[in-house]
């Protein structure tokens, strides 16, 4: 099995910045691709961020947030900077995992959340 470990979720003043990380374990598997999701109450669960060789991001954080993966692609980043109340939310790490020996049927897998909580 694989399993997602994020960390780096905390309270912050508007216009701070945030590290987040999400490591995946396990093996027998390669990562397709890995991204950030986020869900505030009350609201949808909405793509953030997400890295493929190239990277994508939800139009209100370019030019505050990045991604990255480290060298062994085993772990994704958020860096998040000039933090808005409207960030706050759970973060949620996804990773698109592909078996060793298939070409076809991938997975999907998701960490359970880290809280970013942007106020004065």
């Known amino acids: 099995q694989v399993q997602l470990v994020e960390s780096g979720g905390d309270l912050v003043q508007p216009g701070g910045s945030l590290r987040l990380s999400c490591t995946a374990s396990?093996?027998?598997?390669?990562?397709?691709?890995m991204g950030w999701y986020r869900q505030a109450p009350g609201n949808q669960r909405e793509l953030v961020a997400t890295?493929?060789?190239?990277?994508n991001y939800k139009d209100s954080v370019k030019g505050r947030f990045t991604i990255s993966r480290d060298n062994a692609k085993n772990t994704v980043y958020l860096q998040m900077n000039s933090l808005k109340p409207e960030d706050t939310a759970v973060y949620y790490c996804?990773?698109?995992?592909?078996?060793?020996?298939?070409?076809?049927?991938?997975?999907?897998?998701w960490g359970q959340g880290t809280q970013v909580t942007v106020s004065s």
């Open positions: 396990g093996s027998g598997f390669s990562i397709v691709a």
């Open positions: 890295i493929n060789g190239g990277s």
């Open positions: 996804k990773a698109d995992i592909l078996p060793f020996g298939k070409s076809v049927g991938g997975l999907t897998y």
